[in-house]
């Protein structure tokens, strides 16, 4: 299964935090030029939905006190979703292992 676009959305905290609202933001990311039955496919969109996780998370990324931690979550949540929309073993895999050395299946 092909995907080629993702939308990459996160809950962030709105700058009406105080009042309790929250956002979602989204980004897409594509990656139908990525051959995810190889490592380095893998690895390259797991890096895109990072990059994406952190720039819809942005607003969060702080040194106050306690935003770190919530800008932290937010990127990590962002990205289990998005490496869960893309429903590929070898990055699930990628992912559940924080990129460390993985068998990577094969559907052929």
Known sequence: ???????????VLSGA??????L???VVVRYGDLNLETRAGVVSLH??????AESV???LNSRVM???EVYDECVQEAVTN??????NVNLTNFHANRG?????ASAH
Request: glycine share 10%; charged share 20%; with cysteine.
């Open 47 to 52: 890096r895109r939905l990072h990059n994406a």
């Open 100 to 104: 460390k050395a993985s068998v990577l």
């Open 66 to 68: 306690g935003l770190r």
């Open 82 to 87: 998005g490496v869960a929309a893309v429903d």
């Open 24 to 26: 979602t933001e989204s």
């Open 17 to 22: 935090a105080a009042a309790g609202s929250r």
């Open 57 to 59: 998370c942005g607003n």
């Open 1 to 11: 299964m092909h995907k080629y676009l993702l939308p990459l959305a996160a809950l």
